[in-house]
């Protein structure tokens, strides 16, 4: 239990502060609300539309891309801190993983997942057919 007793007291001292904090802006702070301050804050933008509005595909598609590479770039931290102690492996292993990470990337380019243009793609004109 003796090595628990410092958690415990951090526990209560974070309980306590945000207790004591809480209860001070309720007393001590201004009670004029108006429907203004009440409106939810956008960005210094008033608000427009509804909240839960349909997002496109395209933005779920790009968040699960943009998590895909930032998790995979967090894998090179660990391999600059041992770069040294790998050698040449380590740089084969990395140039190994830059290399389908970047088709990877080619792919994504190339199906037009990065594409926020207007919502309408350019498809390639399909190749005459030939009379048989």
């Known amino acids: ?4 007793l410092g958690v415990i007291i951090m526990i209560g001292l974070g309980v306590g502060f945000a207790s004591v904090m809480i ?3 309720l007393l001590l702070g201004p009670k ?7 409106a939810p804050y956008e960005c ?4 427009v539309g509804d909240a839960r509005e349909r997002q496109s ?4 598609l790009v968040a699960m891309i943009f998590l895909l590479f930032d998790i995979e770039v967090a894998f090179l931290y660990p391999w600059a801190v041992a ?9 084969v292993q990395i140039i ?4 389908i990470l970047s088709v990877g990337y080619i792919y994504v380019w190339r199906k037009g997942v990065l594409d926020w243009g207007s919502g309408t793609r ?9 009379a048989a």
């Open 32 to 38: 004029n609300p108006t429907p203004e301050k009440l």
């Open 57 to 60: 595909v395209k933005f779920y």
């Open 96 to 99: 190994s993983f830059f290399l």
């Open 122 to 130: 350019r498809v390639r004109p399909a190749a005459p057919r030939q």
């Open 83 to 91: 770069f040294r102690d790998l050698g040449w492996t380590g740089f």
């Open 44 to 47: 210094g933008m008033p608000a």
């Open 23 to 25: 209860g001070a802006s």
């Open 1 to 4: 239990m003796d090595g628990w």
